[in-house]
């Protein structure tokens, strides 16, 4: 099942205060970005979060799942954690600080 376009423009609303967010189509699903690292994807509307040491450690709760067969767990956070910006965007910062920084286009 696709996601919903809508989903992903209320997520990106909500991420918006972590950085500038993008989303990207991928294999029918979406990539998200913030301030051009990829930080996780959305699959049948669910959006999973790329897990570091720090992001596991600040959002312990959250259940790691693969967003799709053969892919890594990742975490996902629930669509009811989206509207809780003093959670979510300190978390979205966290993962951020610890992924490796946009590679530079030739």
């Known amino acids: ?12 609303e909500r991420l918006e205060p972590a950085g500038l967010m993008r989303a990207r189509k991928m294999f029918g699903e979406y990539g998200i970005y913030c301030d051009g690292v990829f930080i996780g994807v959305v699959c049948a509307d669910r959006f999973h979060l790329k897990p570091t040491e720090a992001g596991l450690a600040a959002a312990p709760e959250l259940e790691l799942i693969p ?17 809780d910006a003093d959670w979510l965007v300190p978390l979205i910062r966290i993962t951020l600080a610890h992924l490796p920084p946009a590679k530079k286009n030739r």
Not at 1 to 12: F, G, H
């Open 1 to 12: 099942m696709a996601s919903d376009p809508r989903t992903i423009e209320l997520l990106l």
């Open 67 to 83: 967003a799709y067969a053969g892919a890594k767990p990742s975490m996902v956070v629930p669509a009811d954690r989206w509207d």
